[in-house]
């Protein structure tokens, strides 16, 4: 069963900060996610990826799969970035479901 | 595209009532899931189905139920509620891997 940890549990940041959020797992996998999840909200699912890197304005991931570990950065912080950050391990496109961290609480202030 | 759609969004329930947590899916995906989401936890798998007709249990599967008689709707069904069950429950779509999530359902069992 894979095990997944996030660092940190929880991070509050200045407006304008640099923010990472990492994530290490146990067991290959096909597939990682970060999601986000807003105070009483749902989940939105921002990036999957396999390997390498992906961009998307100011959120970056980077997984390193020889070292079963992902970042997630975010550039110019703003309080709306203020959520909960998961990464979730998954099959890539097989059926099974994803095993999630605890998530990261992420507070910027302005 | 509605995307995963759960309904309701809040409930409270009396021990050892029951009722059904509906989800509804219009992105024709087969893979779709139930997970709980506990406080300082992450996200459990509680049933998952692959197609209509096809379901099986996740890692936290006891007190629940599910059916898949379509593609689009998989409704999770509560017996004999127990104030364990209290929990927010995230109904879930995957395709190519990349996942979908409802708003969730928070669930209070008194």
Redesign the interface.
Same mark, same amino acid.
């Given at each position: 069963k894979n095990e997944v940890e996030q660092s940190p549990q929880n991070l509050t940041a200045q407006e304008g900060e640099f923010i990472t959020i990492n994530c290490s797992y146990s067991v290959g996998i096909s597939a990682l996610h970060w999601l986000q999840q807003h105070p009483g909200g749902g989940i939105v699912s921002l990036f999957m990826l396999s390997s390498g890197k992906k961009k998307h304005g100011r959120l970056i991931a980077t997984i390193n799969i020889q070292e079963k570990h992902s970042s997630l950065h975010i550039t110019a912080s703003h309080p709306r970035d203020s959520a909960v950050y998961i990464c979730a391990v998954g099959p890539g496109g097989g059926a099974d479901g994803l095993t999630f961290g605890k998530g990261t609480h992420l507070i910027i202030q302005p | 595209n509605a995307g995963v759609t759960q309904t309701p969004k809040f409930r409270i329930l009396k021990i050892g009532q029951s009722m059904t947590l509906q989800c509804a899916q219009d992105m024709n995906h087969n893979?779709m899931?139930w997970?709980r989401q506990d406080p300082?936890? #992450? /996200?459990? /798998?509680i049933y998952?189905s692959?197609g209509a007709g096809i379901t099986d249990k996740? $890692?936290v599967p006891n007190g629940y139920n599910v059916s898949r008689s379509t593609t689009e709707d998989f409704p999770l069904r509560l017996e004999l509620a127990a104030p364990s069950q209290t929990s927010v429950y995230?109904c879930?779509s995957?395709r190519?891997? $990349?996942?979908?999530? #409802?708003?969730?359902t928070r669930l209070t069992v008194v």
């Open positions: - | 893979y899931y997970y300082g936890m #992450g /996200l459990k /798998l998952y692959v996740g $890692e995230f879930a995957r190519d891997g $990349e996942a979908f999530f #409802g708003q969730g």
